[in-house]
């Protein structure tokens, strides 16, 4: 695998990481900036095929030089859900500032909510509560420390 793809593999550990509720110092998680595993069981695994097989939501955006990566480690339902942003940066896990994402239904104006995800080691972690299936759009806007604006969008359809 390239580079880039473990990267996104660590990433994609290191969320799942961040709700875990074991201390064992294990799995993914942050040493020094960098995504470190002390057990590297599945790295043969293809991403493709293991984001399927835990059934999360994820999501890999660009916005202008940064890779946004929005995921869940559990299925997405109406109600809670917890959801995770990390940002990167010519390879790197990065912090940023004036972070916020809107959730909003196209097809129901009025439907619309705007949180400020927490940041822990890099992690920007929220409680999601979706009041209803359907398809549920969302804009992630921050700002870098240049004092830069970006905004990236995506959606999710809950079934």
């Not at 509720?21 to 790295?43: A, L, P, Q, R, Y």
């Amino acid at each position: 695998m390239n580079k880039l793809t473990n990267i996104f593999i660590g990433l994609s550990f290191l969320s799942v990481s961040a709700f875990a509720e074991s201390n064992d110092h294990m799995g993914n998680h942050m040493h020094e900036g960098k995504i470190t595993n002390h057990m590297v069981m599945m790295k043969d695994m293809e991403h493709s095929k293991m984001m399927k097989d835990m059934k999360i939501y994820h999501h890999i955006m660009k916005s202008s030089s940064y890779i946004v990566n929005l995921e869940s480690i559990k299925p997405l339902k109406d109600g809670k859900n917890n959801m995770s942003l990390i940002f990167s940066k010519n390879s790197e896990v990065v912090k940023i500032k004036d972070l916020s994402i809107k959730f909003f239904m196209p097809s129901m104006p009025g439907m619309d909510f705007v949180l400020k995800p927490k940041e822990i080691e890099k992690i920007y972690n929220m409680m999601v509560n979706f009041s209803m299936m359907g398809q549920w759009d969302y804009e992630i806007m921050f700002k870098s420390f240049d004092g830069k604006k970006h905004i990236t969008k995506g959606s999710v359809n809950l079934k």
